[in-house]
T-cell receptor, first 116, second 110 residues
Framework: GENVEQHPSTLSVQEGDSAVIKCTYSDSASNYFPWYKQELGKGPQLIIDIRSNVGEKKDQRIAVTLNKTAKHFSLHITETQPEDSAVYFCAASRRRRERGYNKLIFGAGTRLAVHP | NAGVTQTPKFRVLKTGQSMTLLCAQDMNHEYMYWYRQDPGMGLRLIHYSVGEGTTAKGEVPDGYNVSRLKKQNFLLGLESAAPSQTSVYFC?????????FGPGTRLTVL
């Protein structure tokens, strides 16, 4: 069945360092890859997403890369700050039309701790 | 706009009891979803709805039922709660690709 593996499960960095979280998906037809950030006691919130026709996307300090051949995608956070501490989830889905339902398959999550 | 709201925030049930979790969204989204979140397992889709009056099964539907009588509301029911249903439940809604999540309901079944 469809599966998304996420590594590492925990990540500890010093403030100002970079953090990288990696995901691998199994369904070769997946074409939409969002990343969610979940702060303690809250629901997940979308921080960035990428579609399969793009190899890389940046938004200020965060970036996502996609390697369709290897079925890998990664989240990169530069110049980390204590407020980046949270659980991050990757997900993959196969979008069938521009407007439509997405069945997201989530990774298990990465707990990121940024130490001052 | 309140976005996606969930009630209650916390609940403790005894095995065999029933309850209903309510999700409401004020964004006029067509699609709504119920997930459960367990440690080390990410979020798993229980049921979803592509519009008012329609529902469908997700990855882990057993033991749950849902209803979408109004576009803005999506109800998740547990008819006979089991300890295995102890989890944090999240509702989400979407119009296009991005799913918007509620704050969650922490359910404990003793």
């Amino acid at each position: 069945g469809e599966n998304v593996e996420q590594h590492p499960s925990t990540l500890s960095v010093q403030e100002g360092d970079s953090a990288v979280i990696k995901c691998t998906y199994s369904d070769s037809a997946s074409n939409y890859f969002p990343w969610y950030k979940q702060e303690l006691g809250k629901g997940p919130q979308l921080i960035i997403d990428i579609r399969s026709n793009v190899g890389e996307k940046k938004d200020q300090r965060i970036a996502v890369t996609l390697n369709k051949t290897a079925k890998h995608f990664s989240l990169h956070i530069t110049e980390t700050q204590p407020e980046d501490s949270a659980v991050y989830f990757c997900a993959a889905s196969r979008r069938r039309r521009e407007r439509g339902y997405n069945k997201l398959i989530f990774g298990a999550g990465t707990r990121l701790a940024v130490h001052p | 706009n309140a976005g996606v709201t969930q009630t209650p925030k916390f609940r403790v049930l005894k095995t065999g009891q029933s309850m209903t979790l309510l999700c409401a969204q004020d964004m006029n989204h067509e699609y709504m979803y119920w997930y459960r979140q367990d440690p080390g397992m990410g979020l798993r889709l229980i049921h979803y709805s592509v519009g008012e009056g329609t529902t469908a099964k997700g990855e882990v539907p057993d033991g749950y039922n849902v209803s979408r009588l109004k576009k803005q509301n999506f109800l998740l029911g547990l008819e006979s709660a089991a300890p295995s249903q102890t989890s944090v439940y999240f509702c989400a809604s979407s119009l296009r690709a991005e799913q918007f999540f509620g704050p969650g309901t922490r359910l404990t079944v003793l």
